[in-house]
């Protein structure tokens, strides 16, 4: 190719990507929802059709004015609830520090918010979890870790899977010596329903390695974060 041709060719706007493939293209390691139908999943539209049938079962008229958008921005909505299937917790972790310095003692990240919602109504699970580990090598930015509550909070729960896959997946990518996981958390299903129990407070707790094993790692880690509870914001 002479000069000119090829200065003339790296010059050219880079071609734009198909309209399809353009509205599905999504960061790192997430996998984009279905826009069309799939063997095995319905497509938006379905979904969205699905909304309107529930709107009609309430004796809803879903073609009134307040309604018109109602069925895709649920499903919308109920995307961004469930994005937490499309990634990957375990390749998020997958970046470790091993620079520590010779840190062996207990890292804990309190009080991290979530959002989730249960599996058996689809009704907002809303709660804290607590992150204790003791690195045995390798330790990993503290965001991830809230990252990875993140994604197992965007998928349908129960707490106690919840908490135990929180556990589970710092536990295999950092192989630490041990790990404690405690949630707390309120549920929608049982405040906001028949049962309607204000206040109540579910706690679960996983502890794995040296905080399962040796009751001065978990009380060290209990007293932790009993004392981040009443940290006030700095
Ligand atoms: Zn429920």
């Known amino acids: 190719m002479p000069k000119s041709a090829r200065k003339a060719a790296s010059k050219s706007p880079p071609k734009s990507p198909p309209k399809s493939q353009a509205r599905t293209k999504t960061r790192g390691n997430k996998k984009p929802y279905p826009t069309k139908q799939t063997a095995s999943r319905p497509s938006r539209r379905q979904a969205e059709a699905a909304i309107t049938t529930l709107l009609s079962y309430i004796g ?46 207990i890292v804990l990240l309190a009080n991290v918010d979530f959002v989730s919602q249960c599996e058996h109504h689809l009704l907002p699970i809303v709660g804290k979890v607590h992150i204790g580990y003791l690195p045995s090598n390798r330790i990993v ?61 579910m706690t679960t707790s ?29």
């Open 60 to 105: 809803e008229d879903p073609s009134r004015e307040g309604l018109a958008d109602t069925p895709a921005r649920v499903v919308r909505a109920f995307e961004e609830r469930t994005q937490g299937y499309e990634q990957d917790p375990l390749s998020l972790l997958r970046r470790t520090f091993s620079e520590t310095a010779g840190y062996d003692e």
């Open 141 to 201: 930015g503290i965001s991830k870790l809230a990252r990875v509550v993140e994604i197992f909070a965007r998928r349908l729960q129960v707490q106690e899977k919840f908490t135990a896959q929180v556990a589970g997946t710092i536990n295999e990518a950092l192989k630490p010596r041990g790990v404690g996981v405690i949630v707390e958390a309120t549920h929608h299903c049982m405040s906001g329903r028949g049962v309607a129990k204000n206040g109540v407070v």
């Open 206 to 234: 996983s502890m794995l390695g040296s905080f399962r094993t040796k009751s001065s790692t978990r009380a060290e880690f209990l007293a932790l974060v009993e004392k981040a509870a009443q940290h006030k914001p700095l």
